[in-house]
């Protein structure tokens, strides 16, 4: 897992823009934007096609359906299996969710009781941040009842199994995903106005913040979280052959970002229990699996990371977005003042003044880690930096600017979030963002590059994909990623969503 600094050397930021002539890239835009229209039925889910959720992580498992314990099972179980005969010709099982998770011994699907979009291909489920970019994409499509829905169950999932899960799937109980609910309630009111739903969402989204703002995600003397999941030992949709190169890799290896013995014991050659903590909470962070906290980022537990109080902090200034609009100025005034306490915190420890990048900081050593990562991007999106941090991170961008859209990093690490691969949702963050304070160039120019490069990958494949090799501007992953599972996956939920929004800015603009 060497660190090689991508160099990039760039005459301005537009020349190197990849542009096809303007009759071409509208007939892109059309063929996708309907290719994307017939993908969002084949993506979804619902009572009638729940057997369609098989899940490729964990083959040849018993199709199982939790329920929580508050619900009545006859009643649902009578409702889908009368209302879908070919159910009966199924071996299902429906069973209540076990209040002690941990003696669950086979694995299946957590109820949810509205129909939903899943991202495509091994990711069966629905899951907590992809929601957030897929409704996006069904707003820009003006599906608006599907959009509630995706809402209603994520608000269920915290009504029921305790918070937004990284997915419904019962060995996702203990791990939930960056947090944007609030993003999503507000996309939906916007088109709807409907004040009463609207007021409805208040218990679930304080009860989210308060999950992301106690222990164990709560640092208590920074007043900043961080991501922790729960759980024990492996995650079961992991296959065992990622663990045998993690112990390779530590057998062979000196590292510096971390103690390893914290993590690995060279006498037995086996990973700690600390490690697995450090992996599925890595997973929660949403970026597995990425070096970004070192190898395998097993010191994340270490960290205040930018991305996840960024969005904590959205989440605050959304509550009191909501509180004004439901008339209530003291509640307003009270989540205002939590936002701006918690962005004075941010620029407080993750800013780097000389070098103009936000960094995660590690409250261990009391020090940023130098890592330039798309996630600097973040405080941009929800206004959070000053004129001037917004500046500096415009100087710096070229470093991570390619002519397929932006690398997630600029280390190459033989992992999918890190170089040389670029992602729907980091591009969404950085566009808006920029957009926002005023770069609005250099954001319709990194939305072009990253489009140009969705279409290569449509008009080779023929779909669209999970992420994308855009250094050079192409779908092929599997030779480039040497830890975890290596394939493209295609569908796909989020960038769906993405494309669509960056299809509306550039039509905007032409």
């Known amino acids: ?61 018993q199709s199982i359906i939790y329920l929580p314990p508050e619900e009545n099972l006859n009643k649902i179980k009578n409702t889908i299996t009368q209302n879908w005969p070919e159910w009966k010709k199924k071996k299902v099982i429906f069973k209540y969710l076990p209040h002690d998770i941990s003696t669950i011994k086979q694995h299946g699907l957590l109820y949810l009781p509205h129909p939903y979009i899943v991202p495509g291909g091994r990711f069966n489920e629905m899951y907590g941040w992809d929601s957030y970019f897929i409704e996006l994409g069904l707003i820009e499509h003006n599906r608006l009842t599907m959009a509630r829905h995706m809402i209603d169950n994520l608000i269920y999932e915290i009504d029921h199994y305790g918070t937004i899960l990284n997915a419904n799937r019962t060995y996702y109980l203990q791990r939930s995903q960056p947090p944007l609910l609030t993003a999503m309630i507000l996309a939906y009111y916007e088109k709807t106005q409907d004040k009463k739903w609207l007021a409805s969402t ?49 057998k062979t290896h000196d590292i510096s970002d971390y103690d390893k013995s914290l993590f690995y014991t060279e006498t037995s050659n086996q990973l700690t229990e600390l490690f697995y903590i450090a992996d599925r909470t890595v997973r929660e962070s949403g970026f597995d699996i990425t070096a970004k906290f070192g190898p ?77 990562y798309a996630t600097t991007f973040y405080p941009l999106w929800a206004g959070i930096a000053s004129k001037g941090q917004a500046q500096s991170l ?42 926002r304070y005023g770069y609005k160039e250099l954001a319709l120019d990194i939305a072009n590059r990253f489009v140009n490069t969705i279409h290569i990958g449509f008009k080779e494949a023929h779909t669209l994909f999970e992420k994308y090799d855009v250094q050079n501007m192409s779908i092929h992953t599997e030779n480039k990623i040497q830890y975890s599972y290596s394939t493209n996956v295609v569908g796909f939920g989020w960038t769906n969503g993405v494309y669509l929004v960056f299809n509306r800015l550039i039509n905007a603009n032409n």
């Open 1 to 61: 897992m060497r660190r090689v600094l991508i160099y990039i050397i760039f005459f301005s930021y537009f020349k190197l823009g990849f542009t096809h002539p303007q009759m071409e890239f509208q007939s892109n835009m059309q063929e996708i934007n309907q290719y994307i229209e017939k993908t969002w039925s084949i993506l979804t889910r619902d009572n009638a096609n729940l057997l369609a959720d098989s899940d490729e992580k964990l083959p040849h498992t």
């Open 202 to 250: 208040l218990p679930a989204i304080k009860k989210l913040h308060t999950y992301w703002t106690t222990p164990p995600h709560l640092i208590p003397d920074l007043g900043l979280s961080r991501y922790y999941a729960g759980g024990q030992g492996k995650p079961p949709e992991e296959s065992t052959v990622y663990y045998d190169k993690v112990l390779n890799y530590f």
């Open 296 to 372: 395998f980022s097993a010191g994340i537990l270490d960290y205040a990371p930018v991305d996840l109080n960024v969005l904590i902090y959205q989440m605050e200034n959304d509550l009191g977005i909501i509180y004004k609009i439901l008339g209530n100025k003291e509640n307003a005034t009270i989540w205002t003042q939590k936002a701006e306490a918690r962005a004075a915190l941010i620029n407080h420890y993750l800013w780097d003044d000389k070098a103009g990048y936000y960094f995660d900081y590690n409250f261990k050593t009391k020090q940023l880690r130098p890592y330039i």
């Open 394 to 435: 415009v100087n710096n961008l070229p470093v991570l600017l390619t002519r397929g859209g932006l690398l997630t990093s600029c280390y190459i690490q033989g992992v999918q979030w890190d170089a040389p691969f670029g992602w729907a949702p980091l591009q969404y963050f950085a566009v808006l963002g920029l957009n």
